[in-house]
C-alpha cells in the first residue's frame, strides 16, 4: 500500500526535525496565505492539501518531486 500524503509529509518532518508548526509557519511566511497548524493539519488529514501546496511543501523541506513510470 502507498504511502498517503499526509504520511509522506510527517515521515519527511521528522527526517528533517521540524515540526508540523514550523511547517506552517514557513508556508504562511511563503506564500503570504494564512496557514495554521490546525488549518495545514486538517488539510492534510482530510487530503484536501493541493499539488502546488505539496510543491511548496517539498521545497521548505529541501527536497525535489519526481514522476518514475511505473
Not at 508540523?20 to 495554521?36: C, F, H, P, V
Not at 488549518?39 to 514522476?67: A, M, P, W
Amino acid at each position: 500500500m502507498k504511502m498517503l500524503v499526509r504520511e509522506q509529509i510527517k515521515a519527511l518532518l521528522a527526517q528533517e526535525n521540524m515540526k508540523m508548526k514550523d511547517l506552517a509557519e514557513k508556508m504562511q511566511e511563503k506564500t503570504g496565505k494564512n496557514y495554521s497548524l490546525q488549518n495545514l493539519s486538517h488539510r492534510l488529514k482530510r487530503g484536501t492539501v493541493s499539488f502546488n501546496e505539496v510543491l511548496e511543501i517539498s521545497e521548505i523541506l529541501g527536497y525535489n518531486i519526481t514522476f518514475e513510470k511505473i
